[in-house]
């Protein structure tokens, strides 16, 4: 039993994503089913999750949830899938707010449908031993200006920042352990943003640990990185494809 992780056993993955970048080249498609030679983004996040041990996925869903919820309503799996639809736009904290109210446990793992990151349950739940802290799974990469940059002195969160500072830095690898209840003061189908309204503002007063994991990470979310993931996820992870 992995120790460390043992009472993560539940994941929530976005899927309601407009995908307007992707558009062009995918379809109507949301982003989570766009093809990974020619299997579908998500289960790949799925297949990865199994891989280390979850057994409760809820897949949170908004644009053309009716394509995600026929295919995967059919496939046998060996998780339990559980489906919420959001029926008006809720942004990213609203419709984790309104997931949450599927989980069963204390912890949960939240991940975006649109990015991958071969994380190690493990190493990113470590911190639960000490405390209920929320967990950031955070990367270093060489220019932050695509994404919001994480500041922290050790493993403690020091600021959120917007989009558009240039240089190297850490950024979230959108991957993420909440405990079920830190939105309760949030009511449910409220929209508000995980990182304009909730990051950038209640981390000026409670604590959040970020867990650098610098292994393969990428986001599918422009047809740039689309087309390296149709070649690089196949050859790094070739067991999400027998």
């Keep these: 039993m992995r120790e460390s992780s043992k009472m993560i056993n539940e994941a929530i993955i976005l899927a ?23 299997k579908p983004f998500m289960e790949i ?15 949170s869903l908004g644009y053309h949830s009716d394509l995600i919820y026929d295919h995967f309503s059919k496939k046998t799996s060996k998780i339990n899938i559980s489906f919420i639809t959001e029926h008006k736009k809720l942004d990213t904290g609203g419709a984790i707010r309104l997931a949450m109210t599927k989980a069963k446990e204390p912890q949960v793992l939240v991940m975006n449908g649109d990015s991958f990151l071969d994380f190690n349950l493990n190493s990113i739940s470590y911190p639960l031993k000490e405390s209920n802290d929320p967990i950031i799974c ?9 994404y919001g940059r994480i500041d922290h002195k050790e493993s403690i969160v020091t600021r959120f920042s917007e989009k558009g500072i240039s240089g190297a830095g850490t950024i979230s690898a959108g991957v993420y ?10 009511p449910v189908n409220t929209p508000f943003s995980l990182e304009h309204d909730f990051f950038a503002k209640i981390a000026r007063n409670e604590k959040f640990r970020i867990v650098i994991e610098n292994r393969y990470f990428i986001d599918i979310g422009t ?20």
Excluded: C, V, W
């Design 16 to 38: 309601g994503g407009l995908g307007t970048r992707l558009k062009s080249t995918i379809g109507i498609k949301p982003k989570p089913m766009a093809l990974i030679s020619g």
């Design 45 to 59: 996040l799925i297949e990865k999750l199994l891989d280390e041990g979850f057994n409760h996925i809820i897949l």
């Design 138 to 146: 955070g990367i270093d990469i060489d220019d932050t200006s695509r």
């Design 177 to 186: 352990i909440f405990p079920t209840n830190i939105f309760n003061n949030y």
């Design 223 to 242: 047809p740039d990185s689309y087309a390296r993931a149709q070649i690089e996820i196949p050859e790094k992870f070739p067991h999400f494809f027998s």
